[in-house]
């Protein structure tokens, strides 16, 4: 079993703690008879970092929780598809829950189990997984019952060897697991552990339909052509990016082309991907925020409706992947807005070098910290950034900035980030260009709610549409 990470450590959200997981998962890179299983719904969100990362296929492989009776957030055992049901029968017993009782819970368990197969998979057929390499996924442990259930409905589906990744368990669990999987892997085990939520400072509940969003996204990102460029360069080049299958894609029909790019600059050679549509109209370069990434679910759906919309998108990380660990521990690179601004400055000037970009007008799309980044670059290049668009982002954090800003400028704000409001609105008063600020009522901060992201994509579009098209 291996625990790599502070045995106290807490995660931003479960990107964050995927893209940790996968760190210490990168022997399975690549692997052709190797795939990531996420258990839905939590562990969807870590198992798409973790897939995304390690370039392997991700699926979702359903378990429930079979909870007790008059607790039912307390697991007795847990079912898995193919018939698998793993009971605590010391707990039951100590409990005194009778058969009777825990068949119930099982028979409407099951249910949900099949409403959740059909909603995620439709008709399809459960992942092939014989002769495999499993990874399993999940956001925590407690007990570990829907794990154990998970492994041995695998095992069953013929997988040849079984590997769990999660990133906060008690180390009971762990140890239990262990037992019974080929491997383990833990970023932190807590001395007095109560609850997977309380290792999280996100720990939002993650929707159905966010779970069927991040397995297409993952397929689509699995479908897409990926480039790996020189990794020991440390200044822009011109051909950073090998076009030379262009004429062969000419031939096929018009679609959006896209590519993972590595963007050296001063030091820091920065993963991005690129998209580009037929006809780009300008390329919007995405800043993310605090603790997240390029792989950020809300700035790639984002992205994608501008992708739709005739605009060439480029999401960026903005810290390496040693910062990045650091960070995680640390948090403080993400509230470094100066080094994020001079990233972007960087990767923006890359831009300005591409054939196929250079004529392009360019925005800017910053959530969280990234928006502060986003605004400190649009002030000190004025005249290479046409618009600026915040989502649930932190102006206030370039303050010192502001009044330099000439890039119009929109500022998001979901209607229930009260704090987050107010510090827009003191920011807003200090910018001295083309701005206005929309409040989506009924949002939270990520815009997690049923057609809110949709509008932050409508805003986006229609802003940079009145200040990007020449």
């Not at 009777?100 to 197969?117: C, S």
């Not at 013929?158 to 762990?174: D, H, K, N």
Request: hydrophobic share 45%; glycine share 8%; aromatic share 4%.
């Amino acid at each position: 079993m291996n625990s790599e990470v502070n045995m106290s450590t807490v995660f931003a959200d479960r990107s964050e703690a995927g893209r940790a997981l996968a760190r210490n998962l990168a022997v399975y890179a690549g692997r052709d008879d190797a795939v990531v299983l996420a258990l839905p719904r939590g562990g969807v969100p870590v198992g798409f970092e973790v897939a995304g990362a390690l370039g392997l296929p991700l699926d979702v492989f359903v378990v429930r929780k079979l909870g007790a009776p008059l607790q039912p957030e307390l697991a007795v055992g847990a079912i898995a598809p193919g018939g698998v049901t793993i009971l605590d029968e010391a707990l039951i017993d100590r409990l005194g829950i009778s058969r009777h009782e825990i068949v119930d819970v099982a028979n409407a368990e099951r249910v949900e189990l099949e409403r959740r197969e059909c909603l995620y998979r439709g008709n399809g057929p459960l992942p092939d997984v014989d002769g495999k390499l499993v990874i399993l996924v999940d956001d925590g442990l407690a007990t570990g019952s829907t794990m154990k259930a998970a492994i041995e409905a695998v095992r069953r589906l013929g997988a040849s060897r079984v590997v769990v990744a999660v990133p906060v368990a008690p180390t009971q669990a762990c140890m239990e697991i262990d037992r019974i999987a080929d491997d383990v892997v833990c970023l932190s085990c807590p001395e007095h552990f109560r609850a997977v939520g309380e290792w999280y400072l996100d720990f939002s509940q993650v929707s159905d339909a966010e779970v069927r969003r991040l397995l297409a996204e993952s397929q689509k990102l699995r479908g897409a052509k990926r480039l790996a460029l020189p990794s020991g360069e440390s200044e822009w080049t011109d051909d950073a990016v090998d076009y030379e299958d262009d004429q062969e894609c000419a031939a096929e029909p018009a679609q959006v082309r896209e590519r993972h790019v590595k963007i050296p600059g001063r030091g820091a050679v920065l993963d991005g991907d690129l998209s580009i549509p037929p006809n780009a109209s300008g390329i919007i370069l995405f800043a993310h925020g605090s603790g997240s990434s390029r792989h950020s679910p809300r700035n790639r759906a984002v992205a994608q409706e501008l992708n739709e919309a005739g605009y060439a998108t480029l999401l960026l990380d903005l810290l390496t992947g040693s910062e990045e660990a650091i960070d995680i521990q640390t948090a403080e690179l993400r509230f470094n807005v100066e080094l994020l601004a001079k990233r972007l400055l960087w990767r923006t000037e890359w831009v300005k070098r591409q054939p196929q970009l250079a004529a392009l007008p360019i925005g800017y799309f910053g959530a969280s910290t990234g928006a502060a980044a986003a605004l400190i670059a649009a002030a000190q290049r004025p005249d290479d950034v046409a618009a600026v668009v915040s989502r649930g982002g932190r102006p206030d954090l370039a303050v010192e900035h502001l009044d330099s800003v000439r890039a119009p400028t929109l500022l998001i704000i979901g209607g229930k980030d009260a704090d987050v409001i107010e510090l827009n609105r003191q920011a807003f008063s200090k910018l001295r260009c083309g701005k206005e600020i929309v409040i989506v009522p009924g949002a939270g901060h990520l815009f997690e709610e049923p057609g809110a992201l949709e509008q932050v994509s409508r805003l986006a579009e229609q802003w940079f549409d009145l200040y990007l098209i020449r």
